[in-house]
């Protein structure tokens, strides 16, 4: 069974940058696509990105566009999100999740154990 890894994440001031990285224990090439999750404190699970592993196509949550960005690495088997400019309103614990099905809406059947990232003001 692959499993999801996550690294990155920690405590940064606003306007700080981190990259969160999630490392597949296998090749991430079984997944269709990959993504980035957040669940702020008190709120839903809400999407942030997805990105195609074959092609590398990319989508974001509008709200997010030109401060984070999603990629990955299919040689290291890995998943990235560079986040930029962050506010305390990111404040979040963030997941990465893998889908293998074709499901529409796209249903993600592998997740990380998320990772916490605190932003102070």
């Known amino acids: 069974q692959v499993r999801l890894v996550q690294s990155g994440g920690g405590l940064v001031q606003t306007g700080g940058s981190l990259r969160l990285s999630c490392a597949a224990s296998?090749?991430?090439?079984?997944?269709?696509?990959m993504a980035w999750y957040r669940q702020p404190p008190g709120k839903q699970r809400e999407l942030v990105a997805t990105i195609t592993v074959s092609g590398g196509f990319t989508k974001y949550v509008d709200s997010l566009k030109g401060r984070f960005a999603i990629s990955r690495d299919n040689a290291k088997n890995t998943l990235y999100l560079q986040m930029n400019n962050l506010t305390p309103e990111d404040t979040a614990v963030y997941y990465c999740?893998?889908?293998?099905?074709?499901?529409?809406?796209?249903?993600?059947?592998?997740w990380g154990p998320g990772t916490q990232v605190t932003v102070s003001s």
């Open positions: 296998g090749s991430i090439s079984i997944y269709n696509a």
């Open positions: 999740a893998g889908s293998t099905t074709n499901d529409r809406p796209r249903r993600y059947d592998y």
